[in-house]
T-cell receptor, first 116, second 115 residues
Framework: DTGVSQNPRHKITKRGQNVTFRCDPI?????LYWYRQTLGQGPEFLTY????????KSRLLSDRFSAERPKGSFSTLEIQRTEQGDSAMYLC??????????????FGNGTRLTVT | SQQGEEDPQALSIQEGENATMNCSYK?????LQWYRQNSGRGLVHLIL?????REKHSGRLRVTLDTSKKSSSLLITASRAADTASYFC???????????????FGQGTILTVHP
């Protein structure tokens, strides 16, 4: 089953350090999304790519956050100068977007970040 | 921000009983989706209902949508212990009538099914 793959599954880092997460979407999916989920809450949208173009960024995505999707395949999410408030589950999802279609999202199992 | 409000926040039932979860939202939508999440895992898509649909079925799942009340419900019939999970509704408001998959999730309902 070649679903959405995220690495690492867990990351513990000290405040102030930089971290990078990777997401490999389902290969034929042209859309890729990053969401963040804190305990007891639903996921919150961070950003979205159509192929290699980053088309929308949430206000939640401060200047310390950057996401890339070179060549429209895998994506990375980097957090610089981590803060304790960044502790959360970071979820990646992909979908096969159509012009006006309604396509469900396929989620990976997430990267759980703990900032100490 | 969370658009969806889900009710109840937690639901505990016996195997074989039906489980009903409700979701309310605030803005116009292209579609509404329900997802399931097992503890510590990603979300799994269950069912999508378009804004012009009123009811949809998939196996033991039944979803209704009332756009006039901005609300939806998910019914799981003949529940099983394996249905124990968190269930989230998510709305796709789109832009200009086009859906591009940016979802706004509710806070979820934690369902526990006792064997």
């Amino acid at each position: 089953d070649t679903g959405v793959s995220q690495n690492p599954r867990h990351k513990i880092t000290k405040r102030g350090q930089n971290v990078t997460f990777r997401c490999d979407p389902i290969s034929e999916h042209n859309r890729l999304y990053w969401y963040r989920q804190t305990l007891g809450q639903g996921p919150e949208f961070l950003t979205y790519f159509q192929n290699e173009a980053q088309l929308e960024k949430s206000r939640l995505l401060s200047d310390r956050f950057s996401a890339e999707r070179p060549k429209g395949s895998f994506s990375t999410l980097e957090i610089q100068r981590t803060e304790q408030g960044d502790s959360a589950m970071y979820l990646c999802a992909s979908s096969l977007g159509r012009a006006r279609g309604n396509s469900p999202l396929h989620f990976g199992n997430g990267t759980r970040l703990t900032v100490t | 921000s969370q658009q969806g409000e889900e009710d109840p926040q937690a639901l505990s039932i016996q195997e074989g009983e039906n489980a009903t979860m409700n979701c309310s939202y605030k803005t116009s939508i292209n579609n509404l989706q329900w997802y399931r999440q097992n503890s510590g895992r990603g979300l799994v898509h269950l069912i999508l209902i378009r804004s012009n649909e009123r009811e949809k079925h998939s196996g033991r799942l039944r979803v209704t949508l009332d756009t006039s009340k901005k609300s939806s419900s998910l019914l799981i019939t003949a529940s099983r212990a394996a249905d124990t999970a968190s269930y989230f509704c998510a709305t796709d408001a789109g832009a200009g009538g086009t859906s591009y998959g940016k979802l706004t999730f509710g806070q979820g309902t934690i369902l526990t099914v006792h064997p």
